[in-house]
């Protein structure tokens, strides 16, 4: 979750499913963004389509071993391009569906990507998914003071809502200058602390640290498995942290 | 870069004093205009500069507004209604991501008002550009006028080495390319430049702050061509009546 647009919500739930996928678990992600739905491209599907059988929707499988099963409103338009127009009440219904009504099949993990804000499609996710097992919320920010408030938010939304916290992740945090190799660190955006330290003040949950990656932007971009592929990129070893301990919190709750 | 635009458009606008300027931030759960023009408790930057927003009316901080779309509609209202904005020549919306209520709301509470327009704000990957077409196409639904894209994050210029590298790869030729294939004006890029948004943490305008500054002069551009359209619009306007 996060407050604002464009701070890598999907591009973290991407990664994050492709990073349990490597570890071996078989992964849903819900995209809940109805109106930009970005996984299906990141993920290279966004020409898939979904198919009813007996049980529901058949979500979209992902890569050569279909570790990872994806529902997303891209699925269903018409033309790629075409605005989803819709106020909340038809939104919720969508979202009801999604859960109840997709043969998801054996999951170890369902990630789902919201859209900013905490409004209709947080509310409603969260209903829906009540009976199940909730294993919390991660919260994704950039490093300006502007994003603190935001994530605040987000943290009385989870609090309201009954959520734990798996993390906050600051993403675009920092970047390495490709000609000089000079670590810009935070200075991209500006950083607050050492690792966003003013948000941690409040719970004390992990948090990780994911520097800008024109190869991470790359490789969404192209649709590429950026975990098997750019294991030496700066971003990676930020990214199969945060897969870590979502794999360690998951086994210590169940 | 929505509130970071909105804000550098009222102070770029408010510069010329014989104008009154109007910010209303309609992200009701996410309103950042609040510290991005530094204030606290106030509502007007400038003699002519007056800003509205829900994060005024919050109690603390931490305050989430977790509402559904009716309520939010509700406010959005009573935010054009109840104000009292005075004489304005520019109202400035600043809304949240997508194409729902709040976009909805604002469209058709303020149809009678005949909207100059709006401005779409993208980066340039085509992750992002994909959005940007979804708003177009809404735009074009609602029968909005679309007065351009301004292509942000465009580039960054490392302080040390100056040498640019592109931290979000325009991978299908950029918001220039989508411009032309969907026939709106593309109104400038601006480059990631970290003073942007160190100043806006600040409650500062970055155009005042760093006047030589390759962004500023793009803003700078930016901004003037928004001022010749409304103009323009604003002279069909009277011809029509």
Redesign the interface.
């Known amino acids: 979750m996060s407050?604002?647009?464009?701070v890598g919500k999907?591009t973290l739930s991407t990664e994050l499913a492709l990073a349990l996928r490597n570890a071996g678990k078989r992964v849903g992600i819900l995209d809940v963004d109805?109106?930009?739905p970005?996984i299906p491209?990141?993920l290279r599907v966004q020409d898939s389509s979904v198919h009813q059988c007996d049980r529901g929707w058949v979500p979209v499988f992902v890569g050569h071993d279909t570790a990872i099963a994806l529902m997303s409103i891209g699925f269903l338009l018409e033309r790629?391009?075409?605005?989803?127009?819709?106020?909340?009440?038809k939104?919720?219904a969508l979202i009801k569906q999604f859960v109840s009504d997709v043969a998801w099949g054996d999951l170890d993990f369902l990630i789902v990507d919201t859209?900013?804000?905490?409004?209709?499609e947080?509310?409603s996710t969260v209903e829906a998914l009540r009976p199940h097992q909730l294993l919390g919320a991660i919260l994704v920010t950039t490093p300006?003071?502007?994003s603190v408030?935001?994530v605040?938010?987000?943290?009385?939304?989870c609090r309201?809502a009954g959520l734990q916290i798996l993390g906050i992740v600051e993403n675009m945090s920092g970047?390495v200058?490709?000609?000089?190799s000079?670590i810009?660190c935070g200075?991209?955006?500006?950083i607050l602390g050492p690792t966003g330290s003013e948000l941690s003040l409040s719970p004390p949950c992990p948090t990780g640290c994911v520097p800008?990656d024109?190869q991470l932007?790359?490789s969404?971009?192209?649709g590429r498995d950026f975990i098997q592929e750019f294991p030496k990129s700066s971003a990676f070893p930020a990214l199969t942290h945060i897969a870590q301990q979502i794999l360690d919190t998951s086994q210590k709750s169940s | 870069?929505?509130?970071t635009f909105s804000a550098l458009l009222a102070h770029g606008l408010a510069a010329d004093e014989t104008k009154q300027v109007a910010l209303l931030d309609i992200d009701?759960?996410?309103?950042?205009i609040p510290?991005?023009m530094g204030l606290e408790g106030e509502q007007y930057v400038e003699e002519n500069l007056g800003v509205m927003s829900v994060?005024f009316l919050l109690s603390s901080?931490?305050?989430?507004?977790?509402?559904?779309?009716?309520k939010?509609n509700g406010l959005i209202k009573q935010f054009l209604r109840d104000v009292d904005w005075g004489e304005v020549d520019y109202l400035i919306v600043d809304t949240?991501?997508?194409?729902?209520?709040e976009?909805?709301s604002i469209v058709q509470y303020l149809s009678a008002t005949h909207i100059d327009g709006a401005v779409i704000v993208t980066?340039p990957?085509?992750?992002?550009l994909?959005?940007v077409?979804?708003?177009?196409?809404?735009c074009r639904?609602?029968k909005l006028p679309i007065i351009g894209v301004v292509e942000n994050m465009s580039g960054?210029v490392?302080?040390?080495?100056k040498?640019e590298?592109?931290?979000?790869?325009p991978?299908?030729g950029g918001a220039e390319k989508m411009c032309q294939n969907m026939n709106v004006s593309l109104l400038g890029k601006v480059p990631?430049d970290?003073e942007i948004?160190?100043r806006?943490?600040r409650g500062q305008s970055f155009l005042a702050e760093a006047p030589e500054s390759p962004a500023t002069l793009s803003y700078r551009n930016i901004i003037q061509r928004i001022q010749e359209y409304c103009e323009q619009h604003h002279l069909q306007e009277e011809k029509i009546m």
Not at chain 1, 80 to 89: N, T
Not at chain 1, 115 to 120: F, K, N, Q, R
């Open positions: 407050g604002k647009g464009g999907s109805l109106c930009g970005s491209r990141m790629p391009d075409d605005a989803v127009v819709w106020r909340g009440p939104k919720n859209p900013p804000g905490t409004s209709d947080h509310i300006q003071a502007v408030g935001d605040r938010r987000e943290l009385t939304f309201k970047f200058c490709p000609h000089c000079v810009n200075s991209v955006f500006f800008l024109p932007s790359q969404l971009e192209e | 870069g929505k509130s009701i759960c996410g309103p950042s510290k991005m994060g901080p931490d305050d989430a507004v977790i509402w559904r779309g009716p939010k949240p991501p997508g194409t729902s209520d976009h909805l980066t990957q085509e992750v992002s994909q959005d077409r979804k708003e177009i196409n809404f639904k609602v960054f490392c302080p040390k080495c040498n590298s592109q931290i979000f790869p991978t299908t990631l970290p948004g160190k806006c943490d």
